[in-house]
Nanobody, 123 residues
Framework: QLQAFGGGLVQTGGSLRLSCAASGFTLEYGSIGWFRQAPGKEREGVSSISGRDGRAYYTASVKGRFTISRDNAKNTVYLQMTGLKPEDTAVYYC??????????????????WGQGTLVTVSS
């Protein structure tokens, strides 16, 4: 089971840290992906981290602004978002892949999703 939280309302240029806490599965043996879906748009893969070696993937639009990390002791993955822009506004979801991958498609297909957390960036 995954629980995502940390969303909120921020101004352009602000920061937020999203958390994805897992229960019933040790994240060290899996991979977590962050996805987002804005109103009227398709779901987009944002970032992923492999439990094996911490290797990270970022979609181009967030590279240099977002940082994904993990805390194995807390069984939690974080998405630190800085330099937020209005186009980052979306519901953010985390998903678990029971294995090691950065492939966002594979993570999405795993169908192990947390509930979404809303991020709103005002201009």
């Amino acid at each position: 089971q995954l629980q995502a939280f940390g969303g909120g309302l921020v101004q352009t240029g602000g920061s937020l840290r999203l958390s994805c806490a897992a229960s019933g599965f040790t994240l060290e043996y899996g991979s977590i992906g962050w996805f987002r879906q804005a109103p009227g748009k398709e779901r987009e893969g944002v970032s992923s981290i492999s439990g094996r070696d911490g290797r990270a993937y970022y979609t181009a639009s967030v590279k240099g602004r977002f940082t994904i990390s993990r805390d194995n002791a807390k069984n939690t993955v974080y998405l630190q978002m800085t330099g937020l822009k209005p186009e980052d506004t979306a519901v953010y979801y985390c998903a678990l892949y029971r294995g090691w991958t950065n492939d966002m498609g594979a993570i999405a297909d795993s169908r192990s999703w947390g509930q979404g957390t809303l991020v709103t960036v005002s201009s």
